[in-house]
């Protein structure tokens, strides 16, 4: 089977590597912290000493990066791999970042003769470690079907978004602001039913039971209620990065986004209250605390305020 590239290894990339190893890919891997790339060597991947060299001209690199900032780097940085891709290389980007930049480096690879597939996914590290995501694809056609076999073996389902890779980047960020908002709205129902007296678990019970029955309510549900934000499945620093880029890509498309704006002031003062390695659910403290309760101290947080 070919070798892919594969760049970023964080909480998602490191599982999603690992299933690629596992399904018969050779991987050749590079990430920042190269520590974070013992365990794939000791399975069988190649350790590349930058980006570029992670890549083969004319083969396939899939990225995994935290942000823009990041992807920019490692694509057209001093060390970026986009001149040794070169014509017929296919870049799997799959990490959440913005559409602009999405469309920029789209053109960068269409100068070069390569090209760029938007995937970004859908469902935590978990889910990336049981092959369970959900991913949004987007990009020329045949390129999409070049990748379509590594995107099977990372998802449990492939939806396409047409031919403009940006497309999935604006169907990542629609995607996450709907998240953020049920755990916003779950935060804020969880502090009203404990002010008013009433067990909040046994409200998040019925109502996940029932009329909102479905996978992440009752994931975020259970967090909140039990107040567990630690370790992290997404970190709240990246929660307030994709908070930001909704209403960036808001603002280009002058799409007005109100709850949007009330969303990104609460990662804003979870990040200022020293929340930022706390998973984004935590998010739903700002609303115990706007309701005067004592929560539970969680590792890694400011302590809360005593009453
Ligand atoms: P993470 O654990 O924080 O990993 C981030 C990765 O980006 C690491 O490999 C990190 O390298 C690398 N990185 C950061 N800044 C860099 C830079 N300037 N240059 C080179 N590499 C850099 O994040 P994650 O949870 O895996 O998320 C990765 C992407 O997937 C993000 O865009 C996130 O929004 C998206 N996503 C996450 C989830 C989730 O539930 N976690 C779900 C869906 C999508 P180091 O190891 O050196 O720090």
């Known amino acids: ?16 590597a690992g299933n690629l190893l596992d399904a018969g ?9 190269s520590a974070k790339v013992d365990e794939l060597a000791a399975r069988g991947a190649t350790r590349a000493p930058d980006p570029a060299t992670a890549v083969e001209p004319g083969g396939i690199v899939i990225t995994m990066l935290a942000d ?15 001149e040794r ?3 017929g290389g296919a870049h799997v980007s799959m990490s959440t970042i913005s559409p602009h930049l999405a469309r920029r480096l789209a053109r960068r690879h269409a100068e070069r003769g390569s090209r760029y597939v938007g995937a970004p996914v859908f469902g935590r590290p978990e889910m990336a470690a049981a092959r ?65 007296g009433v067990d909040p678990a046994a409200f998040m019970r019925m109502l996940t039971e029932t009329l909102f029955a479905c996978p992440l309510y009752q994931s975020y549900g259970r967090l909140i209620v039990e107040e567990r934000y630690a370790p992290a499945g997404f970190r709240l620093a990246l929660g307030l ?38 998973d984004w659910a935590a998010i739903a403290l700002g609303a115990s605390e706007d309701a005067g309760l ?14």
């Open 25 to 33: 890919f050779e991987l050749h891997v590079w990430n920042r912290t």
């Open 241 to 278: 990065k994709d908070a930001e880029l909704v209403l960036q890509a808001a603002s280009a498309s002058a799409a007005p986004m109100p709850f949007g704006d009330a969303i990104r002031r609460r990662f804003l003062t979870a990040v200022a209250r020293g929340r930022g390695d706390l």
């Open 132 to 196: 369970k995501l959900w991913i949004a694809v987007a990009g020329e056609s045949a390129a999409k079907e070049r990748v379509r076999p590594i995107l099977n073996v990372l998802g449990q389902g492939v939806y396409d978004f047409g031919e403009d890779p940006s497309a999935a980047h604006v169907v990542k960020l629609g995607g996450n602001f709907l998240i953020a908002a049920a755990i916003e709205s779950l935060g804020e129902s969880a502090a009203l039913l404990r002010k008013s």
């Open 68 to 82: 823009d900032r990041a992807l920019e780097e490692v694509t057209l940085g001093e060390r970026g791999f986009l």
């Open 1 to 16: 089977m070919s070798r892919i590239g594969f760049i970023g290894l964080g909480a998602m990339g490191g599982a999603m």
């Open 294 to 307: 004592v929560t539970r101290a969680v590792s890694g947080a400011t302590p809360p305020r005593e009453e």
């Open 85 to 87: 891709l070169g014509p």
